[in-house]
């Protein structure tokens, strides 16, 4: 079920920056049940939307791991995407225009905290299960640190406590991509797109490895081109990914969220990164795909060894960082390990006039 949840007061940045009010888009399956012990809560990446059953129906749906029949499950779509949450399309209030380049970026503490407004409107007190990977893990571990106490069980997955030089700098490249398309910041819905659909290709890199290009991508591969001066199947294919996304979502949303994850540190007046995650409480499986040339397993190994009792389940996939939406399979066989399903009590349903 699609709901937009409301803030109609003052939220402040940690820019300084207050809004007058924000707007939440999310998603949830199943019920409640009576002890409200059953809630899921996913967090999706960069440019997914708030439907995991879309970008996860491997993990996410009837029959499942996460069963709606068990499960409530709840998944929010973030602060500066386009997908219905506030974002630099949204109307400024001050202006009666939308926001566009005068949006301003949400850290990635900031939208934990829109989050947490939206659980108390809907009653929740805690969480069973909270998992999230690549950009969707740091907003978990940043909430497992915000709020010790809330989740019983976390899943951060291909992700880490501080995003590093490496991930900056890509990051970095893609926005520079989409400053040289140069209507980017023409306050228009479809500024940038040619931009975005370089920065797309610029990702694509990072989320994939040599091996997997190799096994979807050869040499000697039919494929029809997408113009007359494409030979080769690889090229054909960053083209192709950077025009789908310019289909389906805006460059100055695809810059602002770069922006978000730039912010993430765990540590960021807390002491220090190790002090922040030693703050966290929940029972955790850190997953790390092996291949991974974005966010390396040594990252999800240091969250191993910086949670307390964590555990890690490292991944051997072609596929790069995009391999935890691919191996959902071992991801599968090792929650079941992990989670003791009879921790949740049986669904009897409660009224919740939220769904």
């Known amino acids: 079920m699609e709901s937009v949840f409301r803030y109609e007061q003052p939220f402040e940045l940690e820019s300084g920056i207050s809004l007058p009010s924000f707007h939440l888009a999310y998603t949830t399956y199943g019920q409640l049940n009576a002890d409200k012990s059953n809630v899921v809560w996913i967090f999706h990446a960069l440019t997914a939307n708030s439907s995991p059953a879309e970008w996860w129906p491997g993990l996410v749906g009837e029959g499942k791991f996460f069963d709606p029949e068990r499960y409530f499950i709840i998944c929010v779509n973030k602060p500066g995407s386009p997908y219905g949450s506030i974002s ?209 397993i040594t990252e999800q190994e240091y969250l191993r060894d910086h949670i307390k009792d964590a555990d890690l389940l490292s991944i051997s996939s072609d596929f790069g960082h995009d391999g935890f939406l691919l191996e959902y399979e071992k991801i599968e066989t090792a929650l079941k390990k992990f989670i003791r399903a009879e921790n949740v009590s049986p669904l009897k349903i409660v009224t919740n006039k939220y769904r």
């Not at 209030?93 to 108390?120: C, K, M, N, W």
């Not at 805006?250 to 703050?279: I, K, P, W």
């Open 88 to 296: 630099p399309l949204s109307i400024n209030p001050a202006t009666g225009e939308p926001y566009y380049s005068d949006f301003p970026v949400f850290t990635i503490r900031d939208i934990i905290r829109t989050y947490r407004h939206l659980r108390l409107h809907l009653g929740i007190e805690r969480i069973h299960i909270g998992l999230g990977g690549s950009t969707g893990g740091m907003q978990l571990l940043e909430w497992a640190i915000e709020e010790p106490s809330l989740f019983e069980y976390i899943v951060p997955i291909v992700t880490n406590a501080a995003l590093s030089p490496w991930a900056v700098a890509f990051n970095a490249s893609q926005r520079m991509a989409i400053e040289a398309d140069s209507t980017w910041l023409e306050r228009r819905e479809d500024a940038g797109q040619k931009g975005l659909a370089a920065a797309r290709s610029i990702a694509l890199l990072s989320y994939r490895h040599y091996n997997g290009y190799g096994i979807t991508q050869p040499r000697d591969k039919s494929f029809v081109p997408l113009s007359k001066d494409v030979r080769y199947a690889a090229d054909n294919y960053q083209r192709y990914q950077g025009l789908k996304l310019t289909n389906r979502f805006t460059a100055l949303c695809y810059y602002r969220l770069s922006q978000s994850m730039d912010s993430h540190d765990v540590g960021r007046n807390r002491g220090g990164v190790e002090e922040a995650l030693s703050q966290i409480r929940a029972k955790a499986l850190v997953i790390g795909i092996r291949s991974d040339v974005l966010y390396p």
